[in-house]
Nanobody, 120 residues
Framework: QVHLVESGGGLVQPGESLTLSCSASGNFFSVDTMGWYQQAPGKERELVAVRTSDGSTNYADSAKGRVTISTDNTKNTWYLRMNSLKPEDTAVYYC??????????????WGQGTQVTVSS
């Protein structure tokens, strides 16, 4: 069984920074894609950043220049560093992964979500 566990959310003031982390645990072959999504109140879940196993990275336009996704493949952990946070960044942030559980099967997994609130 595979689990994603997030940490790092909280209340910050506008302009501050925050780092979220997500760790994959359980029995699996590899974590092929690691990413982060956000869901603001009343809105659909949207991509923030994603990194694939070949190292390519994709960011939402709203995140470019302020957000960095990084990974520690030795720990099956990835991070989302968010700088210059704005009130409109307030959302529940979910980590996401495409995990190969064996040579033949790959599944999508989601973290439980962590609340980020940007407010003065």
């Amino acid at each position: 069984q595979v689990h994603l566990v997030e940490s790092g959310g909280g209340l910050v003031q506008p302009g501050e920074s925050l780092t979220l982390s997500c760790s994959a645990s359980g029995n699996f072959f590899s974590v092929d894609t690691m990413g982060w999504y956000q869901q603001a109140p009343g809105k659909e879940r949207e991509l923030v950043a994603v990194r694939t196993s070949d190292g390519s990275t994709n960011y939402a336009d709203s995140a470019k220049g302020r957000v960095t996704i990084s990974t520690d493949n030795t720990k099956n952990t990835w991070y989302l560093r968010m700088n210059s946070l704005k009130p409109e960044d307030t959302a529940v942030y979910y980590c996401y992964a495409e995990i190969r559980v064996n040579r033949n099967y790959q599944f999508e997994y989601w973290g439980q979500g962590t609340q980020v609130t940007v407010s003065s």
